[in-house]
């Protein structure tokens, strides 16, 4: 007697069994080496299926989830593709091409921008865990006393402050009798201010990318067509010609959201305009939920097309500053024109510029700077009028003293960081990327800076259905 088989045919949408075809052989690199499998194929109307493809992996892959994995990680610290593929032979004793990593990666990394755009990877934070540890109110008070000048206008001890540099003690006694007889006239207040706040950063900027342009592919699409020539031999036809770009550089755009810790993290890159960034600063903005964060503090360094995308979108930011030290940056840049490289009044000017701006706010250095600017002529008084132009234009930005007292930070050193480690892989000498290949490289690196890699990967190691 015939015994019946263990798993019976599979059937089509209409209960009709498919016909068997036989096995067929499979190889599947793994991080265990190449295997080879066999699987037997079925004949339906819609042509041939191979079930068991769909545990063994995804869309019939022939490189497993770790090798691709594997070579993610590799590529993220190499200089080249060729060298990635070198340190996957060598720390894995696993081969593959340059061409086949180069394809992996990029395609790895298109999938993570999918993802990221469906909403299907989730950022694993929102503003409800960005709690600032320290109290704002204690922190504010000492602040104010131990950095406070003659001239300074500090909001928390305003009336305390007008003593001079040598009463520090008297200042800090004064200070101290004044917090004390306000938190006993009104206890509600004081306990109010000290419990737990959460606290949100906003950072976005541009970064250059080096790019293939149209001429450069097409000079290279005419060399592979002259070697084949000489060949002599029949070829498989080459892909599509994509178009270059029309410049050897151009502006990417990143978007970052973090902490005071920085343990919570949220970055994205993109290859689009700022109408690109602006959707991508919303997006992010609606996944963290930022509006149920009690501050939200954006620091950027001041591009006029990051101002406008943040009214455009509408973020709901308590406060939009500029980057501390571009305008140091800036500060310098007219030293250097009036006074020279090295001069020790140039540098005292700055330095007390400097201090008048975080201290003092923006009438006060407003005012120093057109008094300076009235000693001045020729090209000195046009390095006056340049750093007048930058400061004018970002009056609503520079609010130093109040995000001195509130405790906020100054700089956007997280924001300028994520650029840096999102386009260490890109650039380098003879480094040339097409558009989408590049954002697709630094959608890999935004996954480790935003702590989602595992998160990305157990998503990938879903069985499909």
Known sequence: MRRKPLFPPPTDASGKRLRQKGRQSFTVLTVNGRVRLKRIRWQSPQGAQTPIDRWLDVAEATISQGVRELVCRLNAGSSSFA???????RAAQLRLSRETLRQVVEQEGRQVLAAQKSGALTPGWSAADCVVTEPAATSTSSASTVT????????????????TPANASTVTAASANASKASSSASPSKSSASARAKTRVYFGCDGVMVPLVTDAEKRKRRATIKHKRKLRGKKAKPLPPLRPGADQAFKEFKLVVYYDDTRRHRLVEGSQGDHEAAG??????????RLDLADEKIGIVD???????????QNLPLDALGLDFYHLAEHVHAARRVVFGEDDADGKRWASELLHTFKHEGYEAAWAKLLDWRGTLRGAKRKAADALLGYVGERREMIRYPEFVAKGWQLGSGPTESCCKALTARLKGRGRRWDARNAEAVMALEALKQSGQWQAYWLIQAKIPA
Request: hydrophobic fraction near 45%; charged fraction near 20%; avoid cysteine.
């Open 302 to 312: 001041g591009a006029p097309w990051i101002r406008k995308q943040v009214a455009r």
């Open 148 to 163: 406070a000048t003659p001239a300074a206008t500090s909001t928390s001890s305003a009336s305390t402050v007008t003593a």
């Open 83 to 89: 060298a990635a593929a070198e340190n996957l032979r």
């Open 279 to 288: 959707r991508l600063m919303r997006r992010q903005a609606v996944r963290l």
